[in-house]
């Protein structure tokens, strides 16, 4: 048994745990990184598959915090750019642009429609807002019934696994703020011209994937920092501080400082001894949902000019189609495309055990159905895997969290960050952000 001891040790090498180690570095603070799984970058990866490559996930990188997108354009100069790339909802054999907007629903609704629909929405905007318990509620009250089942709801039961009515208006997000009365005067007066400007559609994105700009980060931090296949195993307090941990079962490393970003319950659950049951229960009640990524690789040039495809009907097993060369050309070889398949489940739903070439098959029959590309395109296929993609923001999530938080919050020696960490739908923007902080805080200490 080894003891070594580090000023900051990060657990986890995801966007979250690289973010702290940058600002480290920068900051003169000595750190190393443990990583379970044997590469980095957590759910932000760029995988090579043969000639192609993708993104685990429809990733961007907003330029909503300055610092961040200034870090990125140092490090990756020209290899970084700024692309206005388009997203829109297949529904009933017809697209329409997201965010939605009072064009697109004019469009797609028809004229009758979308005047009862205006309608509804300009009724709901003068409805008591005390009454939304939940993001059925707050969906209903924002876009009226049949716009919200219509886009909204069904696609959020797919996407969460749980009925909306059991869903924190938080999930909502930004993403649902291009239609209201305003935008609803404005196209309904100008028409396209006054179109609603896409919230996602202009984003900053690497040439070689969104990978590129994790890679960065660990080459600007020096790789000896950084360990892969070191699942943390055990975490050993005492007298509200974290002492240290055990790697794989087998090394022990006293802590001066941890910053953690691996899945909240996990930390609780590999705490030693072991928290109040009121925590373990909290910890144990708390999930979130895996993502299954069904590619093909296809001798065509083009599918359509979508960053995002999203699928709300319940006959599709998927919720979100990309295809990435749309991001960048680098992605596919000439004259070559791909598109990347998202679906979302749980780790005991059938799906997530299913056989490989079966699900490739479903996949394949609905995608060839929607016209996407036919069986003679099909260079290859592949399946990818991912494991605690979104953390499931069920009703009042909040005060399970907070408890959890109130708890953790006795060790002094102990900072929490990431996606999995803070159990929030947090982006790329705001990882950065945290890391900052974080290092900021215990540099003044």
């Known amino acids: 048994m080894s003891m070594k001891k580090n000023k900051i040790t990060i657990i986890g090498g995801g966007p979250a745990g690289l973010a702290c180690a940058y600002y480290a570095k920068n900051k003169g603070i000595e750190f190393i990184v443990y990583e379970a799984s044997n590469s980095f970058g957590g759910n932000c990866q760029t995988i090579k598959f043969n000639d192609f490559y993708f993104d685990t996930g429809a990733h961007r990188l907003h330029d909503k915090d300055s610092d961040t997108t200034k870090i990125f354009k140092n490090l990756l100069k020209e290899r970084l750019r700024k692309i206005h790339v388009p997203s829109q909802i297949y529904r009933d054999g017809k697209f329409i642009d997201f965010p939605l907007s009072p064009y697109g629903l004019f469009n797609f609704l028809g004229p009758i429609n979308f005047i009862k629909e205006s309608l509804a929405i300009i009724f709901n905007s003068f409805k008591s807002k005390n009454k939304i318990k939940n993001f059925e509620d707050f969906a209903i009250n924002k876009f009226g019934k049949k716009i919200a089942h219509l886009f909204l709801l069904e696609y959020s039961n797919k996407l969460w696994g749980l009925h909306t009515s059991n869903l924190s208006t938080v999930i909502s997000g930004n993403r649902l703020k291009g239609l209201s009365i305003y935008t609803l005067i404005l196209e309904t007066i100008f028409g396209k011209k006054r179109k609603t400007k896409h919230l ?246």
């Open 200 to 445: 996602d559609g202009s984003f900053y994105y690497p040439d070689n994937g969104i990978g590129v700009l994790f890679d960065e980060l660990i080459y600007h931090c020096g790789v000896s920092n950084f360990n892969s296949k070191s699942k943390v195993t055990r975490i050993n307090h005492s007298d509200n501080r974290i002492n240290s941990i055990v790697i794989n079962n087998q090394d022990n490393y006293n802590i001066n400082h941890l910053v953690s970003s691996m899945p909240l319950g996990i930390f609780i659950e590999s705490m030693s001894p072991p928290p109040p049951n009121e925590i373990l229960s909290i910890s144990k009640s708390i999930k979130f949902r895996n993502v299954i990524l069904v590619c093909f690789f296809l001798d065509k040039k083009k599918i359509n000019n979508n960053g995002s495809m999203y699928f709300p009907d319940k006959k599709y097993l998927f919720t979100r189609i990309y295809e990435p060369k749309n991001r960048s050309i680098y992605m596919s070889p000439n004259n070559k495309t791909s598109l990347i398949v998202e679906i979302p489940c749980f780790k005991n739903d059938d799906i997530w055990v299913l056989d490989k070439n079966d699900l490739i098959k479903k996949i394949k029959e609905d995608l060839i159905n929607l016209k996407f590309f036919n069986k003679d395109h099909i260079i290859d296929s592949s399946i990818y895997k991912i494991s605690n993609a979104y953390p499931i923001l069920e009703l009042n999530f909040e005060k399970k969290i907070k408890k959890i938080f109130d708890y953790l919050s006795r060790f002094k020696n102990l900072d929490v960050t990431g996606r999995n960490g803070l159990f929030a739908y947090t982006h790329i923007h705001d990882h950065m952000k945290n890391g900052r902080e974080i290092i900021d805080y215990y540099f003044k200490k």
